[in-house]
């Protein structure tokens, strides 16, 4: 049972760099979602997707893109790193049907830029 | 004000004891709400979904009270392993469910 797949797990980048982060799901859901977490701050929504081919901005998208080519897929761009962007990164995706669906989360990326 | 509130804590309580966690949520039109717990340098994992009747699952009892716009978790008996943070999670409704976090309650449970 893969769940949710994101890699890497850890990564270090220089200012300036750009890398993507790699998320995919194996449950053909719909709802797929990129958070950051940091201390005192919680899970803050980078960017989501209520399906292929469409994405919207959450709560702090600004230094990142985001694409929905497939269904499985939900990629994390970061254009030009920046120290603020050192966090832990977590994908998660649900079942957009109706009542309590659960979200299940990757293991998370460690970011740090240095 | 943030759309969900969650009293960050720690609590330290002793093993065996009762804990109550509360958290508030802005709109009034939210549809489902869940609690999770996360371990520390860990994903997210469910724990349980929060119904308007109010449910259990062992030593734990999650109530929702949507005039007030709260959600609770209660821990009976607390058990060393219940150490965590936990956070309270409210989904949209509509079109999408757009999911919200709440900044998660950390629990430390001391022997």
């Known amino acids: 049972n893969a769940g949710v797949t994101q890699t890497p797990k850890f990564q270090v980048l220089k200012t300036g760099q750009s890398m993507t982060l790699q998320c995919a799901q194996d449950m053909n859901h719909e709802y797929m979602s990129w958070y950051r977490q940091d201390p005192g701050m919680g899970l803050r929504l980078i960017h989501y997707s209520v399906g292929a081919g469409i994405t919207d901005q959450g709560e702090v998208p600004n230094g990142y893109n985001v694409s929905r080519s497939t269904t499985e897929d939900f990629p994390l761009r970061l254009l030009s790193a920046a120290p603020s962007q050192t966090s832990v990164y977590f994908c998660a995706s649900s079942s957009q049907g109706g009542g309590n669906t659960e979200a299940f989360f990757g293991q998370g990326t460690r970011l740090t830029v240095v | 004000r943030k759309e969900v509130e969650q009293d960050p804590g720690p609590f330290n309580v002793p093993e065996g004891a009762t804990v109550a966690f509360n958290c508030t949520y802005s709109?009034?039109?939210?549809?489902?709400f869940f609690w999770y717990r996360q371990d520390c340098r860990k994903e997210p994992k469910l724990l349980m979904s929060?119904?308007?009747s109010g449910n259990e699952d062992g030593r734990f009892t999650a109530q929702l009270n949507r005039a007030s716009q709260y959600i609770s978790l209660l821990i009976r008996d607390s058990k060393l392993s219940d150490s965590a943070t936990y956070l309270c999670v409210v989904k949209g409704s509509g079109g999408y469910q757009k999911v919200t976090f709440g900044t998660g309650t950390k629990l430390q449970v001391i022997p």
């Open positions: 709109n009034s039109a939210s549809q489902s």
């Open positions: 929060v119904y308007s």
